[in-house]
């Protein structure tokens, strides 16, 4: 068998793997209608507009609206066309030729074009851009444009997971040639990237709201709603309340307890989507602290944690325990096939003594919306004998804290998805674009090694390598899979996918949302 014919063989396995829980969409009763403003309840803030930093969780939910993939996923998890409009694979699978769809505009009005895309990987490739896909982009050796409509990845080494990388923001979005100056992290006010998505950043304030309008030459065919207005109200009952009121028509990160109630009937005219891999969590060190630097201190953190007793009260069990940051029932996991961690408070004392601790606070970042999951983080770990400082940061001022190493720990999430190397890279190959972030040339040679090997029973083989390395390094500590939960005023039509949710799609989400009067 050609290594073409088993790069796409791969492609098929990994598309049914993501593909078996989904259905299709049932018609909607009535036919979409134009117009309304759609009022979206963010219990996580948003912060910075800039297109290349924090593309994940809700940034990337924000930004997918406005700025787009080359490639895409559909449902089913198959590879499709988006602002490519067809690709080529070479045989050794280290060249990706992909042909630009014509006629697609920027929201300034200018064609996207071959220099555009060329431009904006290269800017992800840069280290000091600080580019959230810099670590996925890793392996491209070079991009160029082979004419207007044509561009050309060459990758230093082969791999399968490449079209999945180009299918999300997370890794490259494209905007226009240009846009941004070398290393510059930040926009000024109100001033922001044009993208070529449905939908066009109007204004942006930092913890206020965040308004989008339609995009009326969007090339996929003009967004049905005029405007999403993203509003941020951390507390969870009121952002459930303003829910049942009507002063917002979605809202995400709905509590287990009301989502029983909607489902029990107790609560009225709204609706669910439920993701249950949706909020992965995992508590992130720095490695810059001498304490972290020793294996020790961390796996004293790691036997610290009672992980069941945290879900039960911070999420009223609606979590599972979590030992490895892909799907829990995947093959990946099967493979990895790590033991589960106890809560072993005598071995944490012991091993805090191995590690020199000597009672000093450690500083814990977080967001508002999830006090209670640092609270309880705090409380528990202090029954080890660790000193924990809670500060509650703006998400802005979070997101920078994270990029310049200001903190001793964290709770970081992900996104799940079907290919360790799209999930697992940006969170453990050594980082450039982070201070004190994890750094292992073992695991980044094996997560090569991973990417460039097309045969799928090797590749489970050299997962389980990668993935004993992390568990034993200590690199993190997973903690959770969060079974995270938006809803819906019944009003709200057609958004997301046809069953649950992925956070992987949600540009054509609100592409397709409509509202009934």
Not at 336 to 363: F, H, I, S
Not at 450 to 479: M, S, Y
Request: proline letters at 5%; one cysteine or more.
């Amino acid at each position: 068998m050609s290594l073409k014919t088993l790069f796409w063989s791969i492609l098929l396995v990994m598309s049914c793997i993501w593909g078996a829980a989904t259905e299709g969409r049932a018609a909607p009763k009535q036919q979409p209608k134009a117009g309304g403003t759609l009022i979206f309840g963010l219990g996580k803030g948003f912060a910075n507009p800039q297109p290349f930093i924090g593309t994940i969780s809700t940034f990337q939910f924000v930004k997918e609206a406005i700025y787009e993939p080359l490639l895409a996923e559909d449902h089913q998890g198959r590879i499709v066309p988006n602002l490519a409009e067809k690709y080529e694979v070479s045989a050794d699978g280290t060249a990706f030729t992909l042909r630009l769809r014509k006629g697609v505009k920027f929201h300034n009005g200018k064609e996207m074009k071959a220099d555009d895309v060329v431009w904006s990987a290269n800017h992800v490739r840069e280290p000091k851009n600080g580019a959230y896909g810099h670590s996925m982009i890793k392996d491209v050796k070079s991009v160029e444009k082979l004419d207007d409509y044509t561009v050309k990845f060459t990758l230093n080494i082969p791999s399968v997971a490449f079209l999945s990388l180009l299918s999300t923001i997370q890794m490259l979005p494209v905007v226009p040639a240009n846009s941004l100056q070398p290393g510059q992290i930040k926009l000024e006010p109100n001033t922001f990237i044009p993208g070529t998505g449905p939908f066009i950043f109007e204004q942006y304030q930092p913890g206020f709201d965040t308004t989008l309008k339609k995009f009326p030459d969007y090339w996929g065919g003009p967004a049905y709603v005029d405007k999403i207005v993203f509003r941020l109200i951390t507390d969870t009952a009121n952002r459930f309340n303003a829910l049942r009121t009507g002063d917002v028509q979605m809202a995400d990160r709905i509590s287990p307890l009301d989502v029983e109630r909607v489902k029990k009937g107790q609560v009225k005219g709204i609706k669910i989507l439920a993701d249950p891999l949706g909020g992965f969590k995992h508590m992130i060190f720095n490695y810059e602290n001498p304490l972290f630097q020793k294996k020790a201190m961390r796996q004293a953190m790691s036997y610290a944690m009672d992980k069941q007793r945290l879900i039960d009260e911070v999420f009223h069990g609606a979590a599972s325990p979590a030992e490895i940051m892909m799907d829990p029932q995947g093959i990946w996991a099967r493979a990895a096939n790590l033991p589960r961690q106890k809560r072993d408070l005598t071995k944490a004392k012991t091993l805090l003594k191995a590690a020199g601790y000597e009672g000093q606070d450690l500083v814990l970042i977080g967001h508002s919306n999830e006090a209670s999951l640092h609270e309880a983080l705090q409380r528990m770990l202090g029954e080890a004998g660790i000193k924990v400082k809670v500060e509650i940061l703006e998400a802005g001022v979070m997101n920078d804290r994270v990029i310049a190493g200001k903190y001793d720990f964290y709770i970081a999430g992900g996104t799940i998805t079907s290919d360790p190397n799209l999930t697992m890279t940006p969170e453990f190959y050594t980082n450039k674009t982070q201070k004190g972030r994890h750094g292992n040339p073992k695991v980044d040679q094996l997560f090569d090694k991973l990417g460039a090997e097309f045969d799928q029973k090797k590749r489970l083989k050299i997962f389980k390598d990668l993935a004993t390395t992390l568990h034993d390094d200590v690199a993190d500590v997973p903690l959770f899979y969060e079974t995270r939960c938006r809803a819906m005023l019944e009003k709200v039509n057609d958004f997301g996918p046809a069953k649950g949710y992925h956070e992987i799609g949600s540009g054509n989400y609100f592409k397709r949302v409509w509202l009934r009067q």
